[in-house]
């Protein structure tokens, strides 16, 4: 299964843009990249998801990488309510199943 | 609209002992999971589901069996509980296994003693 590379932590001001990188080379065609938050004592709730394209929704944007081996979510205004951990998780193609690796801490800071 | 539904919410164990853990969804979802996550860890799938009578192994299958006897429940059972399966599980459900986004429950937190 191909797996995720994201940094540990991020922080940012609140109202300001957030872009959460991550990397996926191993990526294979059929993997439908995912993003998933989770707070504190919560299951995790999905955010986004795409294949190739961009895709945007009332939560966040996702940029894929013309050759898909990164993407980079994008939160447009970060609130407080946005401090969570993000995961960035490959769907297999086959088996649908969501390999999940440590995510990446956000704190806002007021 | 309950979504996912986990019980119990919370459950304390001896070495040993079995049980089992209820997950139930009315949104007629064909795929389900469990996935496990241990302390500063993400989650590792155990079990999934494409539908009712089929399973197939996760991640970390060992010492856990799952059932899937309809659309609805997919119970997770412990055989023989182990310190090391103390941890916080989760149940998910989505329309399919690929494309759709998961569902997942407010997790089970399990402590074996």
């Known amino acids: 299964d191909a797996k995720t590379t994201q940094p540990n932590s991020m922080e940012s001001n609140e109202e300001e843009p957030v872009h959460l990188p991550c990397n996926h080379s191993?990526?294979?065609?059929?993997?439908?990249i995912h993003w998933y938050r989770q707070l504190p004592s919560q299951g995790p709730e999905y955010v986004i998801h795409?294949?190739?394209s961009n895709v945007n929704n009332r939560m966040a944007s996702l940029a894929i990488a013309e050759d898909r081996k990164s993407s980079t979510l994008i939160l447009h205004r970060a609130t407080l309510r946005d401090a969570a951990v993000y995961y960035c998780?490959?769907?297999?193609?086959?088996?649908?199943?969501?390999?999940f690796g440590q995510g990446t801490t956000l704190q806002v800071k007021p | 609209n309950a979504g996912v539904t986990q019980t119990p919410k919370f459950q304390v164990l001896k070495t040993g002992q079995s049980m089992t853990l209820q997950c139930a969804q009315d949104?007629?979802?064909?795929?389900m999971s469990w996935y496990r996550q241990d302390p500063g860890m993400g989650l590792r799938l155990i079990h999934y589901?494409?539908?009712?009578?089929?399973?197939d192994q996760g991640e970390v299958p060992n010492g856990y069996n799952v059932s899937r006897s309809t659309t609805e429940d997919f119970p997770l059972r412990l055989l023989s509980a182990a310190p090391s399966q103390t941890s916080v599980y989760f149940c998910?459900?989505?329309?399919?296994?690929?494309?759709?986004?998961?569902?997942f429950g407010d997790g089970t937190r399990l402590s074996i003693l």
């Open positions: 589901s494409v539908g009712a009578g089929i399973t």
């Open positions: 949104m007629n979802h064909e795929y």
């Open positions: 795409g294949l190739t």
């Open positions: 998910a459900s989505s329309y399919d296994r690929v494309n759709q986004p998961q569902h």
């Open positions: 191993t990526i294979s065609g059929t993997d439908y």
């Open positions: 998780i490959l769907s297999s193609g086959n088996t649908g199943k969501l390999i």
